[in-house]
């Protein structure tokens, strides 16, 4: 079956502008998750969707973050006004959710701000 | 504090050897434990969950040690294959956060012929 998909999968975009990230999760799956990987980095929790709760965004990294999730569906991810060190992969992860379900990545959106 | 420790290498081992990663964690109300490998430039995937009881995929082992906290992967009969960045998880139970995962910033293997 289909698995966790991304748009785009790269993005350049110069420093100042907005950008959308989005991401589509396996079908069924009530736990999504956006992660961010800079070059040589482990991956840096940014926001948890479970279902109908109110998100855990405990890991966005500035107010110029923000995503929303659509009922059990699509999720994007914002970031307004982009500086040179938002460059890195952000990563989408899908689950069954609860305890213990495995995630399930998307490949990735690379943004590279110039 | 972070959340999961790992050593992150590069450890580089000829083809064959045996190979162990360590990982600790630091909340004792930890309730899931898993290996992830990544490869270059690409998405995490699931390696192995890691049981109290320890559990064994092949030439794969995974230990849990709840009492030290910490958990262990060991390669045997390395494999150029192998080479990956191996991410050490773990889940908590607490409330709003149930589901969500820590993810260590992984340790890099690089398996030499």
């Known amino acids: 079956g289909a698995g966790v998909s991304q748009s785009p999968s790269n993005k350049v975009t110069e420093k100042g502008k907005d950008v959308e990230l989005r991401c589509d999760p396996i079908s069924g799956h009530t736990a999504l998750y956006w992660y961010r990987q800079r070059l040589g980095q482990g991956l840096e929790f940014l926001i948890y969707f479970q279902g109908n709760s109110a998100p855990d965004k405990s890991g966005l990294p500035s107010d110029r973050f923000s995503a929303e999730r659509t009922g059990e569906s699509v999720s994007t991810l914002t970031i307004q006004r982009t500086q040179q060190e938002d460059s890195a992969v952000y990563l989408c992860?899908?689950?069954?959710?609860?305890?213990?379900?495995?995630?399930?990545f998307g490949p990735g959106t690379r943004l590279t701000v110039l | 504090r972070k959340e999961v420790e790992q050593d992150p290498g590069p450890f580089n081992v000829p083809e064959g050897a045996t190979v162990a990663f360590n990982c600790t964690y630091s909340n004792s109300a930890s309730q899931s434990f898993f290996w992830y490998r990544q490869d270059c430039r690409k998405e995490p995937k699931l390696l192995m969950s890691?049981?109290?009881s320890g559990n064994e995929d092949g030439r794969f082992t995974a230990q849990l040690n709840r009492a030290s906290q910490y958990i262990s992967l060991l390669i045997r009969d390395s494999k150029l294959s192998d080479s990956a960045t191996y991410l050490c998880?773990?889940?908590?139970?607490?409330?709003?956060?149930?589901?969500?995962?820590?993810f260590g910033r992984g340790t890099q293997l690089t398996v030499w012929p």
């Open positions: 998880v773990v889940t908590y139970d607490r409330g709003s956060t149930l589901g969500r995962l820590y």
């Open positions: 992860a899908s689950s069954l959710g609860g305890r213990g379900n495995e995630q399930f």
């Open positions: 890691v049981y109290s």
